[in-house]
């Protein structure tokens, strides 16, 4: 069972430029609790799907900070809790568990900071697309900031679709 939206948790912080990553102007959107126990890689799968987020897999997360300039991305925690670091050293961190889901806008820096070694998740992007992975290296900047400027907003959040907490809280700038 998908969280009804009028009682989904949501957790939005803005995650600013740190001079190595150019992390993002659009929130940073956490729904606590989105899916029940219940649900499945699969079900999570075919809701992202139903919502235009494809191109999805079944993983962890890296432990090293990474981002994608031509794309946002989301992720479902799907087995065992996980503390994530975005932003950077010096970002925020954030605990994850089974039913979680973040929407990582581009440019966000992301990385695995702890899990157990048996911790999964699965994530999509929008439309589909095949995401670049950035490292915060020197040279990839300004390309990819330019990149991250042309990234187009979704047409639906990856959970709630049309109606759903991106299109409340992701407006053009």
Same mark, same amino acid.
């Given at each position: 069972?998908?969280?009804?939206?009028?009682?989904?948790?949501?957790?939005?912080?803005?995650?600013?430029?740190?001079?190595?990553?150019?992390?993002?102007?659009?929130?940073?959107?956490?729904?606590?609790?989105?899916?029940?126990?219940?649900?499945?890689?699969?079900?999570?799968?075919?809701?992202?799907?139903?919502?235009?987020?494809?191109?999805?897999?079944?993983?962890?997360?890296?432990?090293?900070?990474?981002?994608?300039? /031509?794309?946002?991305? #989301?992720?479902?925690?799907?087995?065992?809790? +996980?503390?994530?670091?975005? !932003?950077?050293? %010096?970002?925020?961190?954030?605990?994850?568990?089974?039913?979680?889901?973040?929407?990582?806008?581009?440019?966000?820096?992301?990385?695995?900071?702890?899990?157990?070694?048996?911790?999964?998740?699965?994530?999509?992007?929008?439309?589909?697309?095949?995401?670049?992975?950035?490292?915060?290296?020197?040279?990839?900047?300004?390309?990819?900031?330019? /990149?991250?400027?042309? #990234?187009?907003?979704?047409?639906?959040?990856? +959970?709630?679709?049309?109606? !759903?907490?991106? %299109?409340?809280?992701?407006?053009?700038?």
């Amino acid at each position: 069972m998908i969280t009804d939206i009028h009682e989904l948790d949501v957790d939005r912080f803005i995650v600013e430029d740190d001079g190595k990553f150019p992390n993002s102007d659009l929130f940073v959107l956490l729904y606590k609790k989105a899916f029940s126990s219940d649900w499945n890689t699969a079900d999570i799968v075919k809701t992202f799907e139903r919502n235009n987020w494809t191109n999805s897999w079944v993983n962890g997360i890296y432990d090293f900070h990474h981002y994608h300039s /031509n794309t946002h991305e #989301v992720i479902a925690v799907t087995q065992v809790s +996980v503390t994530v670091l975005l !932003g950077g050293s %010096a970002g925020t961190e954030k605990q994850l568990s089974p039913g979680d889901v973040i929407i990582i806008p581009a440019g966000v820096a992301h990385k695995r900071q702890s899990s157990s070694d048996d911790f999964e998740c699965t994530g999509a992007y929008p439309d589909g697309i095949q995401y670049d992975l950035k490292m915060g290296e020197a040279g990839e900047r300004p390309f990819a900031d330019e /990149n991250i400027k042309a #990234v187009l907003l979704p047409d639906n959040d990856p +959970v709630y679709g049309a109606e !759903g907490p991106v %299109a409340l809280n992701w407006k053009v700038q």
